[in-house]
């Protein structure tokens, strides 16, 4: 399978927070919450909820794995839209060391050895091994040489605080544009696979 992300991102790289809740993640101090809500245009959330349909199979990390088990997985309007329909319908792995009893259906908990568990995974014949969100989760996979191609939906928003995708200081990575495009309300699609590293001008 082929290991896809897709996260929402500011222009200043954070990740933190996106969701509908002002207080879904409040750690270190975080207080803009919410930074994503309405902020794309029906063709963007088309593509969003397509996305999700032609997965294989999802990957977590844990915090995310649990917003998405309390909402896509619990709340009866939710697991009836498409993109429910698709989490609910499709096998789902966690990458985790503390979660032991998943309430999840047909969710398994990977084992601690990670890059060989999803090695196995990317290993199957078909299909895409797919990561929203799991902002930990995804900069450790593009550590490790994991990632196969990143969808970055990039909203007009600088927020000046918060957990970026990408640290400080880290491994530097060139990538490959496959797609670009702006929506009507200005949030940007790229899609990038990894490419290797960058080069640089001789010193």
Known sequence: MKLTVMTQITVDGVVQGNGGASDEDRRNGFERGGWAMGAADDETRTLITRTYQRAGAFLFGRRTYELFAGSWGAIDEMR?????????????????????????????????DLALAIGELKAKPAGE??????????????????????????????????????PGTGPDMALDLVESRADAKGVTIQVYRPAGRPHYAAG
């Open 80 to 112: 009836a839209r498409p993109i429910g329909v698709a989490l609910n319908q499709t096998p789902k792995y966690v990458a985790s060391a503390t979660l032991t009893e998943p309430r999840w259906a047909d969710t398994t908990v990977l084992p601690s």
């Open 129 to 166: 091994l797919q990561v929203h969100g799991s902002g930990t989760l995804v900069r450790w996979l593009l550590e490790n040489d994991l990632v196969d191609e990143m969808t970055l939906l990039i909203v007009p928003v600088v927020l000046g605080q918060g957990t970026r995708l990408f």
